[in-house]
């Protein structure tokens, strides 16, 4: 049977259906598969057989997959699970419908500069975002790129790519990778975030181009390029690019480390800048074609007789003159009134000037709960979901701090960007559901379930009593919805087997069959083999209520 066939109908850890192959690299498969816990499709990542008898690739596999799977934004493919045992090393990740960014530019060419920038911003957030949470992707190229079918980018592959690219190297495979490859890099230095801005330097270009800046008939002859030569300016190939784009691409793969940008944030506020331009021109190009005047049609002046034409010409001076005039008096009060507002208040107006102080960081009530801040600003509010912020939180406001401003009777104006917390999500009605259905149904609603047993003559044995909070009720993602289990007509308490020295796939079976739930697991340094259980939550051969969850610690293998 073909390696990449073998796993398909198969069922993962009791929970990822393996449906179809849809994609193969010198490291991995990666299937298609149906998470039957949550109810949606994913993308599972299973490590090639060779690959998974290399001891030091396993290591840095699990490594690199764990540290991915605590990043979470919109442009970068989410990691959902990482699972490795003595037999199989995979992740589940965000399976995504649509191409790679490799596609779509095989497909049109040079994109216009317009859609680069609006991809090159997608891609410069995924690389703030890890980078600021210590990953570098270490193989930024458009295949590693997605794109939706509505436009939004999502980066795949963070640290995972690299190690893919290594056994590309070794066979001789690596030409898509060494035309994004940073200098330090290609000398064999070590790559930091800088290297990611060089690689999505060399995409921009490509973008922008609809070819690469750098080509040769080796892949030594394309690294010394990379290292040495100078790009053809983009404008040269594209005359639409405008020269504030090809300034921003040319420095983010400059050869030098201190010309290039420092951090894909510093490229992001650049790209930023070139938007909001665009965005005040288009508006005040509409603005003007609002205001442009309309042309009606007249009739022929040759209709009229004497008499009317000359009073008509009489009316028409007038109503120049009265409109003359009118102009300049208009035009005269909104030269005062600019004069006034810019100039000569400050110079005739007493008015105190103080320093916008930072709200960023604060809580909103706090603010709201300050009388002498509520006399000197004018707050407008305007509240957004935020996952990663409590509710009340201010995230950002406009002006930004610092800046001096003009102490007014009606209070300085200052928005505020204010965090609404999680987004809030319906409890479902799990009532008489088996405690197993009701779990999925919970956790599918974006909950973590907790059970608790209780002795019910009405209820049947395994099914659910109550809920709290009740159904119908909000709830942020993420909260804690308790289900209250019936047990029959009385507790029944269960013996906690002996987990310890079991791989972790074993322990859960164990703990299925003993009637008890699985809690989770963590990762800890033990001199037992990798993927041991070296810990259990509760003690083994104790009793306790049937359905009590228990947590377990899984050996990482020894502490260098």
């Known amino acids: 049977m073909n390696e990449n066939e073998k796993y398909i109908g198969k069922m993962l850890d009791d929970r990822y259906e393996i449906l179809e192959c849809i994609g193969e690299g010198g490291m991995a498969i990666v299937y298609k598969a149906m998470c039957h816990r949550l109810n949606r499709y994913v993308a599972v990542k299973i490590m090639r057989d060779e690959m998974a008898a290399d001891e030091e690739f396993r290591r840095r596999f699990c490594a690199e997959s764990q540290a991915v799977a605590m990043l979470s934004h919109p442009n970068i493919v989410a990691v959902y699970d990482v699972s490795h045992s003595d037999d199989i090393e995979y992740i589940v990740m965000e ?5 790679t960014l490799k596609q779509y530019m095989d497909r049109r060419g040079k994109l216009s500069w317009k859609e680069t920038l609006h991809f090159s911003k997608q891609i410069a957030k995924a690389l703030s975002h890890a980078h600021e949470r210590g990953i570098i992707h270490r193989d930024i190229k458009p295949q590693n790129i997605m794109l939706l079918r509505d436009g939004t980018i999502k980066v795949g592959d963070f640290g995972i790519a690299a190690l893919e690219n290594e056994l590309d190297e070794n066979n001789g495979q690596a030409i898509g990778s060494i035309h994004y490859i940073a200098p330090e890099q290609a000398r064999g230095n070590c790559p930091d975030a800088r290297s990611d801005v060089y690689s999505l330097g060399v995409v921009m270009y490509e973008m922008l181009t609809g070819q690469l800046p750098y080509t040769g008939e080796t892949m030594g002859e394309i690294a010394v390029k990379h290292m040495n030569a100078d790009p053809v300016l983009p404008h040269e190939l594209n005359p639409d690019i405008p020269p504030e784009l090809e300034s921003i691409t040319l420095k983010a793969m400059a050869p030098k480390l201190e010309d290039r940008y420092q951090s894909a944030k510093d490229l992001l506020e650049d790209l930023e ?61 909104w030269l005062v009134s600019f004069l006034w507002n810019f100039w000569l208040e400050d110079v005739f107006s007493p008015a105190e000037r103080i320093d916008l102080p930072n709200f960023v960081g604060t809580e909103f009530q706090a603010i709201e709960n300050n009388a002498e801040l509520m006399n000197t600003y004018s707050f407008n509010v305007v509240y957004v979901i935020d996952t990663e912020n409590p509710s009340g939180l201010v995230l950002d406001q406009s002006p930004e701090p610092g800046r001096s401003m003009m102490v007014t009777p009606g209070g300085i104006q200052v928005e505020l960007t204010v965090s609404s917390g999680a987004s809030q999500y319906v409890v479902p009605d799990v009532l008489n559901m088996s405690y197993t259905d009701a779990v999925a149904a919970i956790q599918n609603a974006g909950f973590v379930a907790e059970i608790e047993n209780a002795t019910s003559d009405s209820v049947a044995r395994n099914n659910v009593i109550s809920t709290s909070p009740a159904a119908g009720e909000s709830l942020s993602s993420g909260s804690t919805v308790y289900l209250l289990v019936s047990s029959g007509t009385e507790i029944l308490y269960v013996e906690v087997p002996n987990l310890i020295g079991s791989t972790e796939d074993a322990a859960r079976a164990k703990l299925e069959s003993a009637n008890l739930s699985f809690g989770g697991s963590e990762r800890v340094s033990s001199d037992l083999a990798v993927g041991t259980v070296v810990g259990q939550s509760l003690d083994a051969f104790s009793q306790v209520e049937e359905h009590a969850k228990v947590y377990l610690q899984i050996s990482s293998g020894p502490n260098p």
């Open 273 to 333: 800048a070139i938007t909001q331009s665009q965005t005040k021109a288009d508006e005040d190009e509409e603005a003007v074609e609002t205001d442009a005047p309309r042309v009606k049609p007249v009739r022929s002046v040759s209709e009229l007789s004497k008499e009317k034409y000359k009073r008509r010409r009489r009316r028409a001076s007038r109503v120049s003159f009265l409109s003359g005039t009118l102009g300049l008096l208009l035009l005269a009060i």
């Open 95 to 99: 399976l995504i419908d649509g191409i």
